[in-house]
């Protein structure tokens, strides 16, 4: 059998067995997760469960390829979909605490050679059914790279434009109420900085501050939902422009720009940003200007 012929099956057989089983299993079904990768120290959470099929799709990152290692072997299938994809099971749920990496090897538009780590845990409540990568390194706000992405030179500016001590954002054309649009989370502070519609693109500013806290709050997961309400919302997100996340820092202040696609008939968004640890930020009630 071709090799092509051997993944559709596997790909048929899979998504086959997810249904069957998805009526039985108690946990929640996520789709359109946004998980930040900030380098091997930093990899990206993927919930994954046995008899469910995880899609992975992968920002400004081609041909994704993943290979495990002798300690994966046997415990984790893992497959290409497409160009940008991959589909990920375990075998078995993994333990309580356990933590499997997998490296994924890729390439940039420009074929630039590029690597990335999954970091696979099973959780009680939820498992990712699908979800989208994106790399994203931390760098000070005051960076003059040139960059060719015109997505990301916007969101780029758009976090040099929140430095603390600038009176308004320079290229924001929405000011969320910073009081209203505000969440705490153990000693970490987190509010809307500016909203900016522009070609197509929804760019959402968030500003985190640490108060006096000795451990780092560090943005693993992201999901964006249109609605005021999470429970009535459904998530963003589209093959053809997916969410990406540029991210910055000054002191103590965080700054994390996400460009998503901009649909006919959002007039508000509900974001959930989540760490590898218990603090959740939740920022409800964003009004989106016509």
């Given amino acids: 059998m071709r090799p092509r012929s051997w993944l559709l099956l596997f790909w048929v057989l899979i998504v086959f067995t997810t249904a ?10 996520r789709r359109g997760t946004l998980l930040v990768e900030g380098g091997p120290e930093a990899p990206a959470l993927l919930y994954v ?3 469910t099929v995880t899609r992975v799709r992968f920002v400004d990152f081609l041909e994704p390829h993943a290979r495990p290692g002798s300690e994966l072997q046997g415990r984790v299938e893992v ?6 994809s991959l589909v990920i099971s375990p075998v078995k749920d993994l333990t309580q605490g356990e933590r499997l990496l997998l490296p994924v090897t890729g390439r940039s538009k420009a074929g630039e050679p590029l690597t990335l780590t999954l970091a696979l845990v ?7 059914a699908e979800a989208w990568v994106s790399r994203a390194r931390m760098q000070p706000l005051r960076t003059d790279a040139a960059d060719t992405d015109e997505a990301d030179a916007i969101a780029r500016g758009l976090l040099v434009s929140h430095e603390p001590g600038t009176v308004r954002p320079r290229l924001a054309l929405a000011l969320p109420d ?3 649009v505000t969440t705490y989370a153990r000693r970490i502070r987190a509010s809307a900085g500016s909203v900016l519609r522009m070609d197509g693109l929804l760019f959402v500013t968030v500003l985190i501050q640490a108060v006096l806290d000795p451990v780092p709050w560090r943005l693993i997961r992201a999901r964006l939902e249109v609605g005021c309400h999470r429970d009535s919302g459904k998530q963003i ?9 540029t991210s910055g820092e000054s002191g103590q202040y965080q700054f994390h720009t996400f460009a998503i696609p901009l649909q006919e008939g959002i007039d508000c968004l509900s974001l ?3 760490e590898d640890g218990p603090r959740t930020l939740l920022l409800e009630e964003l009004k989106v200007s016509p």
């Fill in 20 to 29: 069957t089983r998805a009526h039985a299993s108690p946990r929640e079904l």
């Fill in 178 to 180: 910073s009081e209203q």
């Fill in 122 to 128: 099973t959780r009680e409540d939820t498992v990712d």
């Fill in 272 to 274: 959930t940003l989540e």
């Fill in 237 to 245: 997100g589209d093959e053809s422009l997916p969410t990406r996340v």
């Fill in 49 to 51: 469960a046995a008899g």
């Fill in 79 to 84: 497959a290409p979909l497409g160009e940008g």
